[in-house]
Structures are given as C-alpha cells and as structure tokens.
Nanobody
Framework: QVQLKESGGGLVQTGGSLRLSCAVSGGTFSSLALAWFRQAPGMEREFVAGINWSGSVTQYADPMTDRFTISKDNAKNTVYLQMRSLKPEDTAVYFC???????????????WGQGTQVTVSS
C-alpha cells in the first residue's frame, strides 16, 4: 500500500516562498506518476502540478506556471513543490497524489496524502 505524507506548509506573506515535500512509502517510487492538488474552503480540489514517473515530463496549471516547480528525488522517495511569489489566492490545503504510469490533471489518483495547509497573508 502506497502512503504519502506531506510537509512544509505554513503561513507566509504575499510574495514569499515555500517548499512542500511529500514522502512516499510502500511502493515503487520510481514507477509512480505524482501530482500536487490544492483545495480552498468551499472549492473543488484543483490540479496544481504533475510529474511523470521518470521526472522527464512536468505540467502545471496556468496560474502556477513560472511560479511553481515540481520535482522528484528517486533516491529519497520524495516529490517536491517549490512555490514562489505566493499570492493570497494560493491559500489552500495542498495534497500530494500518486498513481501508476502517467499523471492526470483530474483527481483520478489511487493514493492521496492528508494534505498540508498553506496560508498566504496579504
């Protein structure tokens, strides 16, 4: 059973940066497609960024392009989300998700973490 645990969330001012981490256990990390989603109160869960099993392909939701970077470290079984130039509208719970083979921009994932809160103050 694949388990995911996020960390790195917190409170940051507008324009600040955070790096989220997601430690993955219980599966073959190098074969997993991974993604970050986020969910603000009263909103649907939305795709943030995804990375394929090899790390060679990444995709971002339009509002995050040029501000967020997803990466994975196969040696540490960890996927990261580096967030820069944060805005109050980035405030949400951020979730890590995993599935076999290719990533998707819809929440069609087999495994999810519990989420980590990111709050951006104005």
């Amino acid at each position: 059973q694949v388990q995911l645990k996020e960390s790195g969330g917190g409170l940051v001012q507008t324009g600040g940066s955070l790096r989220l981490s997601c430690a993955v256990s219980g599966g073959t990390f190098s074969s997993l497609a991974l993604a970050w989603f986020r969910q603000a109160p009263g909103m649907e869960r939305e795709f943030v960024a995804g990375i394929n099993w090899s790390g060679s392909v990444t995709q971002y939701a339009d509002p995050m392009t040029d501000r967020f970077t997803i990466s994975k470290d196969n040696a540490k079984n960890t996927v990261y989300l580096q967030m820069r130039s944060l805005k109050p509208e980035d405030t949400a719970v951020y979730f890590c998700a995993a599935r076999a083979t290719v990533f998707r921009t819809t929440p069609d994932y087999d495994y999810w973490g519990q989420g980590t809160q990111v709050t951006v103050s104005s």
